[in-house]
Nanobody, 113 residues
Framework: QLQLVESGGGLVQSGGSLRLSCVAS????????MSWYRQAPRKERELVAS????????NYADSVKGRFMIARDNARNTLYLQMNWLSPGDTAVYYC??????WGQGTQVTVSS
């Protein structure tokens, strides 16, 4: 049973911070590159950040560079996304992603102006 359970989303004011978590099970998490994606209203799902199996960030979207930080704790099978200096443009459903999927339910992040 491959399962990815996102949490940590919520409502935050512009300039605030949130930390998202994703608990993984059912596959070799510690051997797997992981990513965060997001999908905003009326937009396509986009890659936010990726991290190697050993914890090296490999990619950030230009729009989040310097504000978001991806991390992982392989001992806990958990992926994190620290989001700072949030703006309304960050409002989206955020998903953690394993290559090949499947997509989970995601967690809603809403940033008010």
């Amino acid at each position: 049973q491959l399962q990815l359970v996102e949490s940590g989303g919520g409502l935050v004011q512009s300039g605030g911070s949130l930390r998202l978590s994703c608990v993984a099970s059912g596959f070799a998490f510690s051997n797997t590159e992981m990513s965060w994606y997001r999908q905003a209203p009326r937009k396509e799902r986009e890659l936010v950040a990726s991290i190697s199996s050993t914890g090296i960030p490999t990619n950030y979207a230009d729009s989040v560079k310097g504000r978001f930080m991806i991390a992982r704790d392989n001992a806990r099978n958990t992926l994190y996304l620290q989001m700072n200096w949030l703006s309304p443009g960050d409002t989206a459903v955020y998903y953690c992603y394993r290559p090949g999927g499947p997509w989970g339910q995601g967690t809603q992040v809403t940033v008010s102006s």
